[in-house]
């Protein structure tokens, strides 16, 4: 098992930027990579961004130029950057763990942040 707790959501200006974190515990080892989802009420869950193990990263087109995800090894953490933030960012945003050589996903609960004036 692998758990995953997000940090760093909170309400910002539109052009501004905020860092979400992700800590994972658990069984490291069976994870291949990390990412993020959000989810605006109401809608689907859009995938945002994902890093693997081997270091490559892919974005959705939405936030592809304006948002980076990296890790940090030694800390078991994943950071999303966000910057120059619009109001259709708005979301809960969900941190995500690929179990490798399965279709498993483990979750986080979820970090809400809000762009708004």
């Known amino acids: 098992q692998v758990q995953l707790v997000e940090s760093g959501g909170g309400l910002v200006q539109p052009g501004g930027s905020l860092r979400l974190s992700c800590a994972a515990s658990?069984?490291?080892?069976?994870?291949?990579?990390m990412g993020w989802y959000r989810q605006v009420p109401g809608k689907q869950r859009e995938w945002v961004a994902v890093?693997?193990?081997?270091?490559?990263?892919n974005y959705a087109d939405s936030v592809k130029g304006r948002f980076t995800i990296s890790r940090e090894n030694a800390k078991n953490t994943v950071y999303l950057q966000m910057d120059s933030l619009k109001p259709e960012d708005t979301a809960v945003y969900y941190c995500?763990?690929?179990?490798?050589?399965?279709?498993?996903?483990?979750w986080g609960k979820g970090t809400l942040v809000t762009v708004s004036p």
């Open positions: 995500y763990a690929h179990k490798r050589f399965s279709s498993v996903n483990y």
């Open positions: 890093l693997t193990e081997s270091g490559s990263t």
């Open positions: 658990g069984s490291i080892g069976a994870i291949n990579a």
